[in-house]
């Protein structure tokens, strides 16, 4: 059974920065692409990022330059760095796994951890 | 921006069929698009329903299904159930690496 735990949300303040996790279990975690999606309180679902099998990385307009995701295959997880975090980042983060290697659609989702950026 | 449009909100009564439509601002929707659905209902995660167009997903009942209907992707439920009452929302490839959200549609069930 896939499962996704996510952590490393809080309260940051405007400017900061923040790391969110998601540990992978329940599959081989190096062949399958990988993404985060937020979603801020009362609305949609927003695409963030995702990083596939050889790596390459993928950023919504919104936190390019801003967010860097990557992974570390020898420990299961997944990462999220957020820098110059904005009052407009304040979301429930989601890690999801996806179909494929090189594909970065959301498949099996976490439960989130919340980021809420506020003075 | 190209935007991903979906109905903000849709009604169907019990037992009856109800389609709902992802579509672009911009262009027409094909199988490159590589739509997926997902179920949501409040403070739950996400459930992924279609994928790749018309890939259920594991668990998924076959009263779900997906297609592309003329230059929109659709999600089509049969034999509607209070259950089936949440928030769907569709995702489309944009080329690029990059994936955008339609703005979800509430479904009831009444």
């Known amino acids: 059974e896939v499962q996704l735990l996510e952590s490393g949300g809080g309260l940051v303040q405007p400017g900061g920065t923040l790391r969110l996790s998601c540990a992978a279990s329940?599959?081989?975690?190096?062949?399958?692409?990988m993404s985060w999606v937020r979603q801020a309180p009362g609305k949609g679902l927003e695409w963030v990022s995702g990083i596939i099998t050889d790596s390459s990385t993928y950023y919504a307009d919104s936190v390019k330059g801003r967010f860097t995701i990557s992974r570390d295959n020898s420990k299961n997880t997944l990462f999220l760095q957020m820098n110059s975090l904005r009052a407009e980042d304040t979301a429930l983060y989601y890690c999801?796994?996806?179909?494929?290697?090189?594909?970065?659609?959301?498949?099996?989702w976490g439960q989130g951890t919340l980021v809420t950026v506020s003075s | 921006q190209t935007v991903v449009t979906q109905e903000p909100s849709f009604s169907v009564s019990p037992g009856g069929t109800v389609t709902l439509t992802c579509g672009l601002s911009s262009g027409s929707v094909s199988s490159s698009s590589h739509p997926a659905w997902y179920q949501q209902t409040p403070g739950q995660a996400p459930r992924t329903l279609i994928y790749?167009?018309?890939i259920r997903s594991s668990g998924v009942p076959d009263r779900f299904s997906g297609s592309i209907l003329g230059n929109k992707a659709a999600l089509t439920i049969t034999g509607a159930q209070a259950g089936d009452e949440s928030d769907y929302y569709c995702?489309?490839?944009?080329?690029?690496?990059?994936?955008?959200f339609g703005g979800g549609t509430k479904l009831t069930v009444l």
């Open positions: 999801a796994k996806t179909p494929a290697g090189r594909s970065m659609l959301p498949l099996d």
């Open positions: 995702v489309l490839y944009m080329g690029d690496g990059i994936w955008v």
């Open positions: 790749t167009t018309n």
């Open positions: 329940g599959f081989t975690f190096s062949s399958y692409g």
